[in-house]
């Protein structure tokens, strides 16, 4: 016995639906996935020391205007790998986990407790709704 050859079934997914997927997955290999995001780090360096140093080029002979972009963009890259985690461990406090990690350990209780009062308010509606 043959399965009948037109069943006229067919699973269409609209054009908006299918537009929305394949930019969701762009953007998301584009920003989310671990050597793009580098990629933008660079990127973003790169045009802040330009930025920055933009005056400099404009007075200055070429050589000094590139080794202080060059001092400036080893400035930022530093801030970026020291500076960074250190102002947010300052900030939030050591991890929960300590020497596995985790989440700073002021912004972990932070949510906690905000998450507790969120569930009592959200259980207090429910129960005043129902009756």
Do not use: H
Not at 60 to 84: D, K, P, R, S, Y
Not at 95 to 123: D, E, H, W, Y
């Amino acid at each position: 016995m043959q399965p009948p050859r037109n069943l006229e079934i067919r699973g269409e997914v609209p054009l908006i639906d299918r537009i929305q997927s394949g930019i969701g997955a762009t953007l998301e290999v584009l920003l989310l996935r671990g050597p793009a995001a580098g990629m933008w780090d660079a990127i973003y360096l790169v045009m802040l020391a330009s930025l920055i140093s933009y005056p400099i080029w404009v007075r200055t002979n070429v050589e000094f205007a590139v080794v202080l972009w060059l001092i400036l963009l080893g400035f930022l890259v530093a801030w970026g790998m020291l500076g960074v985690p250190r102002t947010l461990r300052w900030v939030g406090g050591p991890p929960v986990f300590g020497r596995l990690g985790g989440q700073q350990r002021n912004i972990f209780f932070a949510t906690m407790r905000c998450a507790s009062r969120l569930r009592k308010k959200l259980n207090s509606q429910w129960i005043s709704s129902e009756s």
